[in-house]
């Protein structure tokens, strides 16, 4: 059986848009770009997402777009926006909730989202040979 080669990606979000960012992100962990590409086993690569406190939305989703949180009870439904979610530090959740939905519904998403790593600035602990 052959070995999986991972590779590892960094990823620069600022000025990105989130949505273009998440489908370039999951496409990434998924293997989907490498030529032995098959659904059923996770042949991935891993991803550093660096400066998420840069990423950006089109139009007025800034104001318009919500997050829901429901704690199961009656009246327990939480709303953030994703304007207040930003101020509020939480831009690392914001990518990882966007890559999440990108990602196959099956026992596979929990190992992919293992090799995501998003950091606020663009400082991190991995080794990653960007001369490649």
Known sequence: MKQIERKWHLVDA????????????AWTLGGKAKTDYVAHIDGG???VVINADGVRVTGNK??????????????GITSVAFEDR?????????????VYGMLPKNKLR?????????????KHAHKID???
């Open 45 to 47: 690569d891993a991803v």
């Open 110 to 122: 929990k190992t992919m989202l293992k090799r995501l790593f998003i950091y606020r600035d663009d």
């Open 86 to 98: 930003m101020k509020n530090g939480d831009s690392c959740k914001v990518i990882y909730d966007a």
């Open 14 to 25: 600022q000025g990105k848009v989130l949505g273009r960012l998440a489908t370039s992100v």
């Open 62 to 75: 800034a104001k318009q777009k919500m997050y829901h949180r429901f704690s199961g009870y009656p009246g």
């Open 130 to 132: 960007v001369t490649k």
